[in-house]
């Protein structure tokens, strides 16, 4: 069956880093694009970033600038560094596949506490 495990959250203080990792099963993952989204209690899940199969990545205007994408199709993983965190990055991570057949699927994500 398809899996997503998130991991690599945490506290970091502001202005620190993570690096988080979404490991995955059950699926081609190479053939699709990747992508991180987040969400905080009482808000809509919301995009952060995107990954396509070639590499190419978009990302969400709050965080450009500061977290990357990156995948490893040998490992079907899919990560998101983060850096120069803010309070306001403070949220649950789910990584997703966001235009395959298995779209609806997630993981339990990881919480990501961004605070002094």
């Known amino acids: 069956q398809v899996q997503l495990v998130e991991s690599g959250g945490g506290l970091v203080q502001p202005g620190g880093s993570l690096r988080l990792s979404c490991s995955t099963s059950g699926f081609t993952f190479s053939k699709y694009a990747m992508a991180w989204y987040r969400q905080t209690p009482g808000k809509e899940r919301e995009f952060v970033a995107l990954?396509?199969?070639?590499?190419?990545?978009n990302y969400a205007d709050s965080v450009k600038g500061r977290f990357t994408i990156s995948r490893d199709n040998a490992k079907n993983t899919v990560y998101l560094q983060m850096s120069s965190l803010k309070a306001e990055d403070t949220a649950v991570y789910y990584c997703?596949?966001?235009?395959?057949?298995?779209?609806?699927?997630w993981g339990q994500g990881t919480q990501v506490t961004v605070s002094t």
């Open positions: 990954i396509f199969i070639e590499g190419s990545t």
């Open positions: 997703n596949a966001p235009r395959s057949p298995v779209k609806d699927s």
